[in-house]
């Protein structure tokens, strides 16, 4: 029967697979630390595969570099031996809520999260430390090889103390924040969607570090734009040239069709009232645009004479062209979409509907009348939380709202992931826009997802958060979370279909694998420890929490609804229906298998140390072969 691997994947064996399928000459084997060889690729013998001519040394091309990058890859690729641990207590609606908090080190979730969720997600935002120089950032050890890194991460450790101050005396001050963005972002882009997007936030800090190492991880020819926004409405007096923006970069996961990726914005309150009716159109308000174009591009039949209504006769402007050709212009004028002004005396423009319209294009300038300042964001929380500011730069709900409605659709179950997500305004904005979309014609609140992921980093002793009982970051998080749920229901109350507004969250922890240090190594494992370790799971474990770390390497839905029933006096725990079936308890007998069999589940998984003895374990697929021949079956 086979195992669950039961670690996130190892990125590196899987790159080194699909090169060894291109250039089985270029595959070679290395000793590890326990003397056991793993297979690698000779890089000299690749670059010569990949070369036109001999290759001597190493050639200088235009990249971005910084002293950290390769150890920072590698800590993309290593694989981790983690979970998630569900806590019940802290969720809202867990046997029903399609969102998750994940807290934790956000590298850690972005790896465990790479089986359920890949190709998964439609919209990422982060709002990452900026690097100011008084900020705190991930301290990643860059310094292991892999299977030291591997064997570490399944130890416990006090996962709020991994931030530490980056000064500017750093020497290392760009370099170690680089160092904490790359691997981050790469694990990031897997699980965008084909037609999926990041927005990052970031100031001048490191907006040029960031371009450019959005466009190695991305590919240059997938960025969108750089969004200015402007978040406040004075500058700091104090200063020389004194910011008012911040910087949203924007990048696509494929930027062939990036409108699949983006959409246009709904009508600003100014471009609605720019719309009216003086020809009194049965279509209902309308107005009017330029006809012209540019000449550069125009084609001989973009050059024609138009007769006025007036009588009078006119031809494009010096310099330019009609917009359209001749023969599409007559279609529009005998449908009465050409308007030559009250007198029908004035150059042909051309007649566009309200009611036809999909929104207006996106501009690159986000300005605060429309979107939200800092003073915005943080009065919002103040008045949720009922204490004073917490972040410097606090994101309002109505900026996250505008890229949630560029880029996600109502009814289409699109997952959003942040995973810097702080006092979690994503969250809020998610809940907020679905509010919407139930008084907007649908008659029923949005079906948007949200992940979260936040680090318990610890608050100032004293700060106002800490003083009135929150003393993590992430416990602001939750917080706000359900506080907003809960007032998004109460504003909108009475609106048809607000009940199934979805306003939970389940909260997952990220901790040390359930399974002994044995499950992973077991040929380090003395023969005389054998008989202490035939029950491989941690004590303090739960079945819910083996639960959890099954589904995650089998990649199920970690949002998927659970239930738990008695089959011949054994609990088993059922996710999705039929879509797993697990079994923890010990003495699993054949004449249980056989009434699970039954079931017909399409998974099913045992703990190793389970059964009643080995002769059931042997039987097991059998059974299974005979009675449910489709179900696929594992133990850990």
Known sequence: MEKLKLHSPDFTQENIAKLAELFPNCVTETRQNDGTLKQAIDFDQLRQELSTSVVEGPQERYQLNWPGKREALLTANAP????????REESVDFDSTQNLFIEGDNLDALKLLQETYLGKVKMIYI?????????????????????????RSNQKDEAGQRMVANTETN?????????????????????LRDDGVI???????????????????????????????????????????????????????YGDDPK???????????????????DNDPRGLWASVDMTGMIGRATKDQFFEVLLPSGRRVTPPEGRSWGLAEATFKQLRSDNRIWFGLLGDNVPRIKNFLSESDGQVVPSLWDMEEVGSNEEASKQVSDLLAFPKIFDTPKPTRLIKRM??????????DIILDFFSGSATTAHAVMALNAEDASTGSAQPGKRKFIMVQLPEACDEKSEAYKAG?????????????????????????????????????????????????????????????????????????????LFQVLLDWGVDLTRPIAQETIAGKTVWFVDGNALAACFDADINEAFVKELAARHPLRVVFQDSGFAGDSVKINIEQIFRLVSPQTEIKSL
């Not at 981790?80 to 806590?87: N, V």
């Not at 949630?404 to 179950?413: G, H, M, P, W």
């Open 260 to 278: 699949k990726a983006i959409g246009k914005m709904p009508l600003s309150d100014k471009r609605r009232a720019s719309f009216t009716n003086p």
């Open 171 to 191: 020497g290392r001050f760009h370099s170690d924040w680089l160092s904490m963005m790359y691997p981050r972002l790469k694990l990031a882009r897997n699980l």
């Open 80 to 87: 981790i031996a983690k979970t998630l641990r569900p806590c």
């Open 127 to 151: 709002d990452p430390p900026y690097n100011t120089g008084k900020e705190f950032i991930y301290d990643d050890d860059f310094s292991e090889d892999t299977q030291s890194y591997f064997q």
């Open 470 to 546: 929150y003393p993590t970051i992430a416990e602001i998080g939750k917080e706000r979370i359900r506080r907003a749920g809960q007032k998004i229901r109460q504003d909108n109350a009475g609106k048809e279909g607000i009940a199934d507004l979805d306003i939970g969250f389940r909260v997952l922890k990220i901790d040390s694998s359930n399974m002994k240090d044995v499950y992973y190594t077991p040929d380090a494992v003395r023969q005389s420890d054998l008989i202490d370790h035939v029950d491989n799971i941690r004590e303090d474990r739960s079945a819910e929490d083996l």
């Open 404 to 413: 949630l409605e560029l880029s996600t659709k109502a009814e289409n179950n």
């Open 199 to 253: 927005f990052i936030s970031i100031d001048d800090n490191e907006q040029a570090n960031l371009k450019r190492l959005c466009d190695e991880v991305f590919g240059e020819d997938n960025f969108l734009s750089n969004i200015c926004w402007k978040k406040r409405s004075s500058p700091d007096a104090r200063s020389t040239i004194g910011s008012i923006h911040d910087t949203i970069l924007c990048y696509v996961k």
